[in-house]
């Protein structure tokens, strides 16, 4: 008689050898799960989030493209364009200790209170741990994950990567043409953009 | 009249120049300029002439001078950062083309790989003035934008006006510097160059001209146009084939379908410096093997999407009863596979001996052999299910894809034949062919005669039996177990008959000495069955472990010679070589994913390229080719005999040729999920399966695929390929 819990392991065994390596989120792919204390000091889990649309927005404060963003008002409107939709805006700082944009907690809420940037919360990376998670490599670099919890779009958050902020205006948001997508039922049109910026300061 | 240098300077502030900054603070205007950023890098414009006609080209020139480990962007900036821009605002008919860019260098920044200048690079820029224009000064401005890193990013903006034909500049040209900038631009040439990817790395092949001493190049490396083509901060691994480079990087996230045109700049690293040629590569004709699983699953939705192909083996749906009617045909027919025959027969002569004395110990042991078979096909098939159910993706012939159990079913079958052979006499156990014929132990003996019936059929039920295991597979687990229990029945039937109806037994041959001979004859067609399972074995693993199963076959001889002979010594022998025989098992079983990966390497396809889903997926959907799949096994003799007889002929290699047939070739010798899959979404659980996929209607649809019989015929395959596939 064969013992069918040994199978059973032999089956997981099997299985676990043609699962493929841990690497970057893709696209149409489950996000990774991550764990984070946010500058609140409570505990964010992306996971929990499910049922709604998240909006993982990575900045640093210093890096002039976020500051074409923040600078031209242009996240924060779609910050509120997203929140009024019930979308869930994270922006993560995974700026390491001793470089730029880093920032304590009570430093990331006041410069989100003085840019009335309205994120659902802030979270600290500086071990880069979420970041690299998600392989973030600019700011901004914006991710948006579906009610289901699946990446529906990774990149730039628009089309223009000039620094200006005049070039804001006519520039295509990927990310608005996203959550319009996903609130109207419909194909997202571009999924995977080349983010631009500044790298993340790991 | 060359009296001035050609070149407007704006502005100069930089960090490293601060005397010169100072001096410039204090000629500003107004106090409030004290705020002036810090300047990292220090932008001009290098006009070569002043003076353009109509319909004339000038190219201009930005220079960046960088400070110290700081650093500006390529076109393609990498991981971050962003292209410069030039912003012109030119009278109306002027025309600026587009940026050109020197050939760029790779700064790592963290775990970032950024492709951009160090220290001092020059874009340039075609101006054209209009057919119509007149010859008058005219003005043209630009905004320069430059992001300048270290470990903070800097945006710096100048703006330029430059004066053409300003009578003031007459004759003003300095053409030296924008001479020397080309000199850092990639050689615009037509190398042939391919890219393609295989298993997340991507591979650019380029061809260099044979005049090119590939002796005199140390390094090579490349940076795409395209973003996310490589993974830009993985280490490139450069190899020279002829006079081809052959540059594999990690591949990067964009998909091939998003990219427009290839265009790289291949630098050759010699002792004399760097050259920098510009290349625009294809995309591999066999280009296919892409990883990415969206594909693969896409592409497998298509196919089970599809409604059912036509061809009658085809076996989605049949009635239950009619796949337990092909299961029984099927066990019936396993009885005449070379590899049971032998079996079978001594056990059947034996049963006629028996018969003719003790009726009811014929019965008993007829009863005994079949429970001895269909209780092994149940354990075989349950085991089938339970791993299957834990997401295994194995099927059927899965026995035969551990060369454990090849090695073992090699070892066991050779014991058999050197048996027959009359090498050694058994008397008891596995040798139970033919003797023990009124004992208790003789029953026990029978349904062991049925355990090893299973065993050795199971090769031969991969190949044969597919259909009927395909459908015991998409079946509860109640109704698989109740198909093979009824194959096992039709296998054991002919000997059951006998058992039970001696009236039959008088058709068989009088018992008599031409048994002997007889007896010996049937240990050929053991030794062929051997024969073919190493060859299977050289297949799974290397040729190291290889000899150490031929070890353990001599050391069996030896141990079975030994035995009989002397009392303690001779039996002491045996059991040491034995021992020795079953030590290369674990050793073969150990070097199995090394002997895969070596059988991944050595394999050559004469004939078609590898089959994997997205290869599939590309023919079927990006080209109009007719796709023939052929999925085999080494283990599997219909399928060497298929391919022999009607796929590797010149009338099939012409009907490939002549109808451009892409021939995809899957090979199940070793487990392989991805085959597995495809098998499932034809119903199917084991190889042989050949599927035809006609070349696309007008409107682009694809007709259904074609499944071919599991029997192929040179003019099946052929008419198969040349059918019309009329529109429906």
Redesign the interface.
């Known amino acids: ?2 013992n ?1 819990k040994k ?2 392991l ?3 065994a ?2 676990m050898m ?1 699962a ?1 390596a841990m690497a ?1 989120p ?1 696209v ?2 489950a996000a990774p799960d991550f764990t984070a204390t946010d500058v609140h000091g409570k505990e964010f889990k992306l996971s929990d989030h499910q049922g709604k649309t998240v909006v993982l927005e990575w900045t640093n404060n ?4 976020v500051v074409k963003h923040y600078g031209s008002g242009n996240m924060q409107a779609l910050q509120k364009e997203a929140r009024a939709q019930g979308v869930e805006w994270i922006s993560i700082i995974s700026s390491a200790p001793g ?2 944009g880093h920032v304590t907690d009570a430093e990331a809420l006041k410069i989100a209170e003085d840019k009335g940037a309205t994120p659902t919360t802030i979270i600290r990376d500086e071990s880069g741990k979420v970041g ?1 998670m998600y392989d973030a ?2 700011t901004p670099h914006m991710f948006v994950i579906n009610a289901e919890g699946t990446l529906v779009y ?1 990149g730039a958050i628009d089309d223009n ?4 902020a005049s070039t804001i205006e006519g520039a295509n948001n990927y990310v608005r043409a996203a959550l319009t997508s996903l609130k109207d039922g419909t194909e997202i049109a571009t999924s ?1 953009t ?9 | 009249m060359i009296s001035k240098v050609g070149v407007t300077r704006v502005r100069i502030l930089s960090q490293f120049l601060c005397l010169f900054t100072l001096a410039m603070m204090a000629a500003l205007p107004s106090p409030s300029q004290a705020q002036e950023m810090e300047r990292y890098t220090t932008l001009n414009l290098i006009v070569p002439s002043y003076d353009i006609q109509a319909g004339e080209t000038i190219t201009v020139g930005l220079e960046q001078i960088i400070a110290p480990h700081w650093h500006t962007y390529w076109q393609n900036p990498g991981d971050s950062g962003a292209a410069p821009n030039m912003t012109w605002t030119l009278p109306e008919g002027w025309n600026a083309g587009e940026v050109m860019f020197p050939a760029p260098d790779k700064i790592e920044y963290g775990p970032l790989l950024n492709y951009g200048y160090s220290n001092r690079a020059v874009l340039l820029q075609d101006i054209t003035a209009p057919l119509g224009y007149d010859g008058s000064p005219v003005d043209l401005k630009v905004s320069a934008e430059v992001l300048v890193c270290k470990d903070i990013c800097i945006p710096e903006y100048d703006d330029f006006v430059i004066t053409l034909n300003d009578p003031a500049r007459a004759g003003d040209a300095n053409p030296s510097l924008i001479d020397e900038a080309r000199t850092t631009f990639p050689k615009s040439v037509n190398f042939a160059a391919t890219y393609t990817e295989k298993k997340d790395t991507f591979i650019l092949r380029t061809s260099l001209p044979e005049a090119m001493n590939m002796d005199l190049i140390n390094d090579a490396y490349f940076v795409p146009l395209p973003w996310g083509v490589v993974d830009n901060a993985a280490k490139p691994v450069i190899s020279f084939e002829g006079n081809d480079i052959v540059i594999k990087q990690a591949r990067g996230e964009q998909p091939f379908d998003d990219v427009d045109e290839m265009l790289a700049v291949l630098t050759l690293v010699t002792d004399k410096g760097k050259a920098h040629y510009e290349i625009i590569a294809d995309l591999d004709p066999d280009y296919a093997q892409m990883q990415a699983q969206a594909l693969k699953e896409k592409a497998l939705t298509q196919k089970t999407g599809t409604s059912i192909p036509l061809e009658d083996n085809d076996i989605l749906a049949p009635s239950l009863i009619l796949t337990l009617v092909l299961a029984f045909g099927g066990g019936l027919i396993l009885n005449l596979m070379p590899c049971v025959f032998p079996i079978l027969s001594m056990k059947t002569l034996s049963l006629v001996k028996m018969a003719q004395h003790h009726p009811g110990h014929a019965r008993a042991h007829g009863l005994a052999y079949t429970a001895g078979v269909i209780i092994s096909f149940l354990l075989v098939a349950g085991a089938l299910i339970v791993l299957q159910l834990g997401g295994a993706q194995i099927g059927w012939g899965f026995q035969l894809q551990n060369p454990l159990i090849v090695a073992g079913l090699a070892y066991l079958l050779f014991i058999v034949g050197l048996n027959l052979a009359g090498i050694f006499e058994v008397g008891h156990g596995l040798g139970n062919v033919g003797n023990n014929l009124s004992s208790k132990k003789g029953i026990i003996g029978a349904f062991f005669t049925g355990v090893l019936a299973t065993l050795v059929a199971t090769p031969c039920t991969a190949p044969f039996m597919a259909t009927a295991v395909g459908v015991a597979f998409t079946q509860p687990a109640a109704i698989s177990l109740l198909i093979f229990a009824v194959l096992g029945l039709g296998l054991a039937f002919p000997y059951l008959l006998l058992s039970f109806a001696p009236a039959l037994q008088s058709f068989l041959p009088r018992p008599g000495a031409w048994m002997r001979s007889f007896q010996q004859f049937l240990s050929f067609p053991m030794f062929l069955a051997v024969t073919w399972l190493l060859w299977v074995l050289i297949q799974q693993v290397g040729d190291a472990q290889l000899f150490s199963v031929l070890i353990g076959l001599v050391a069996i001889t030896f141990a079975f010679w030994a035995w009989p002979r002397g009392a303690w010594l001779g039996k002491l022998v045996a059991i040491i070589s034995f021992g020795a025989a079953l030590y290369g098992l674990p050793v073969v079983a150990k070097k199995m994913d090394e002997g895969a990966r070596y059988y991944q390497q050595t394999k050559n396809l004469t004939l078609g390229e590898e089959f994997s889903a997205s290869t599939l997926d590309y023919y079927l959907t990006k080209t109009d080719r007719p796709v023939f799949v052929e999925m085999t096994a080494a283990w599997c003799i219909t399928c060497k005999l298929n391919h022999a007889s009607s796929i590797d002929i010149d009338a099939t290699r012409d009907v490939f040729a002549d109808n451009e047939v892409a021939f995809l070739v899957g090979d199940w010798t070793n487990q392989d999920t991805g085959i597995t899959e495809y098998l499932h979404s034809f119903g199917r659980n084991g190889v042989p399966l050949y599927v035809f996929y006609p070349a696309p209607y007008e409107d682009g649809a694809r007709p259904d695929p074609v499944i071919l019989p599991q029997l192929l015929t040179p003019s099946l395959v052929e008419k198969t390929m040349t059918a019309d596939y009329i529109e429906h």
């Open positions: 008689m064969f069918v199978f059973g032999m089956a997981l099997v299985g043609t493929p970057a893709k149409g792919e210093e890096c002039p493209f470089r730029q690299k490599k600019t990774d990567s000039s620094p200006r995977k080349q983010p631009y910026g500044c790298g993340v300061k790991y």
